[in-house]
């Protein structure tokens, strides 16, 4: 059996904004092929020169700043986050969840980068550690980058990691625990006979990381690694019998032109028709595989499903989504570096991915920390072939508290319903319809930290707009029509970490658009343009499109609340958004929670569902 980890991201610097298209706050980093020669560092290698050229912006000054007062206003109460610093996957072993991650103990930005590592039971609640691994060797002085862990036959785990030397060339190393009998795995250690896979040839030497899990077929162990050719996108792929001698195939396992540098692949199996997990190695009938790839050049990510021809070791996706930068998203909202592994506590897979702050790097710094980890989520094939679906892992419930309820409460145009009583002792029902306002009270006391499930119905699919074709992306309607432009079906949807006069808020909500006939596309936006009046804050209209058939009239919703975060599955998991906010005034007592109606049409909450959160204990200091 083949139990998996991931720890992805190094290149994840912060200061990128997991931007969409060029914002006046921030910069996207572009080389060209003559900048880039002209910068590069010529290094002699296996008689080849190899250019080593560096492509993320890092802030020297800045890497070491550590800060006595750390701010927690907008800090999450649920979502893993460390004390304080710059974070950036996880392995079940032996009934222990462990988290490897990329993180800098110095200070708030890219930098300093060791494998910091916390364990749990249950996904929620976890311990911290001592570094696991951290720069120590002629292998990794320049830095430990990301990687992914293979439990070996006979419970035996070995990670394979990215390193550099002291000439910055990337190269894959490996890692073993020290003490198999401690079910901690507290150390590691790296042998000296490292490393495994060495850039030669072709392989540009700059852009050869994050090596995959490890899978066994045909009685090879194999793992794929993230590069790029000039500005072709390339997972390469390695295979050895035992773990120790890799040598990489003659050509790519997949590659796409004008992707750029990929980082952070994965690859895994999913079932047709079910929605288990199955586990690394699986291959069959019943078997398609994804592909997943972080793209360095515009810091969000795409997959695809398909094919993978395991006598020729080459991935084959399906024609029914984009391959490249159009493609399919795990989230359309801040989310990168991610990884799945496989839980056979629980026959599921689980999807782990890192949320990047959307603050300033000036902000970071003085506030002490940066980066979390979105929540764990269980991921499937859908029902049709064509996507994956994922949904937040059962445990996160355990931290639901006080409960709220309303049901079938109408909304016109312009009106909306506060959602009160998530951290009351009593819930109140909901107040008459104040006219003048437009808006009823169901009567938070704080809606700072909570978990809502709302269904939405509608009757009048006839009143939908028409779905303009040059909308390719669905974040494109979503910045042209914000939740306060009506439409004919929609805007309906939340507003989150809202103030009372609305000078604050955080709208997520569905539009509905009529292609033709019995047909209609739907796009979920998550838009944090209005979420605070703060300076230098990156706030962009994240939005997507679901695939999913609304011909009975409903569509559903869940977001997961936390303070600086809104996470949104949107039609049953069908599509995802997590955003990056930082509200003055829509925190803590202040946080209200709104469902609201800005179409023509009449919209019914047919019932909703809130919870206050309760915080996660993610600094257990005794036994777990």
Known sequence: MVKNLRVCGECVTQFFKLVYHHHHHHFRL?????????????????????PIGATHPIFPELQSISVSNIKKVLRTGYHFQPPKHWINGPMLYKGIYHLFYQYNPKGAVWGNIVWAHSVSRDLVNWKPLKRAIYPSKRFDIGGCWSGSATVLPGDRPVILYTGLDKHEIEMQNYAVPSDLTDPYLRHWTKPDDNPLMYPTGRV???????????????????????????????????????????????????????????????????????????????????????????LDTTRYEYYTIGTYDWKLDRYIPD????????????????????????????????????SNESDSVANDTA??????????????????????????????????????????????????????????????????????????????????????????????????????????????????????????????GIMALATDDLYEYTPVFFRIFKVEENKHKVVLCSDARNSSHGADLYKPAFGGFAD?????????????????????????????????????????????????????????????TAWSMKKANRHIRGTI
């Open 548 to 608: 999913v058939d609304v011909v009975q009239g409903k569509l559903s919703l869940r977001s997961l609340i936390d303070n600086s975060v809104v996470e949104s599955f949107g039609a049953g998991g069908m599509i995802c958004i997590i955003s990056r906010v930082y509200p003055e005034r829509a925190i803590h007592s202040n946080a209200r929670l709104f469902a609201f109606n800005h179409g023509w049409s009449v919209i019914t909450v047919e019932k909703l």
């Open 319 to 354: 024609n029914t989504s984009v391959d490249g930068w159009d493609g399919l998203r795990l989230d359309y909202g801040n989310f990168y570096a991610s990884k799945t592994f496989f839980d056979p506590s629980k026959n599921r897979r689980v999807l782990w991915g890192w």
């Open 367 to 492: 506030k002490g920390w940066s980066g979390i980890q979105a929540i764990p989520r269980t991921i499937w094939l859908d029902s049709s072939g064509k996507q994956l679906v994922q949904w937040p892992v059962e445990e996160i419930e355990t931290l639901r508290d006080n409960k709220v309820e309303i049901a079938n409460i109408t909304l016109k145009q312009g009106e909306y319903v506060e959602v009160k009583g998530i951290t009351a002792a009593q819930v109140s029902k909901p107040d008459r319809l104040d006219s003048s306002e437009q808006r009823m009270c169901v009567c938070a006391e704080n809606s700072g930290q909570a978990d809502v499930e709302v269904v939405f119905s509608f009757s009048n699919l006839s009143a939908a707009d028409p779905f303009d074709p040059s909308w390719v992306q669905g974040h494109s309607i979503c910045s042209q029509k914000g939740a306060n432009v009506p439409g004919g079906l929609g805007p309906f």
């Open 30 to 50: 572009r080389i060209s092929p003559l900048a880039a020669l002209l910068s590069s560092l010529l290094v002699m290698c296996s008689a080849i020169v190899v």
């Open 204 to 294: 540009n030497a700059s852009a050869f990381r994050d090596p995959s899990t490890a899978w066994f077929v045909d009685g090879h162990w194999k793992t794929i690694i993230g590069s790029r050719y000039l500005n072709r996108g390339i997972a390469y792929l390695y295979r050895s019998k035992d773990f120790l001698y890799w040598v990489k195939a003659k050509h790519p396992f997949h590659t796409v032109p004008n992707t750029g540098n990929w980082e952070c692949p994965d690859f895994f199996p999913v079932l047709k028709e079910s929605k288990n997990g199955v586990d690394t190695s699986s291959v069959g009938e019943n078997v398609r595989h994804v592909l997943k790839i972080s």
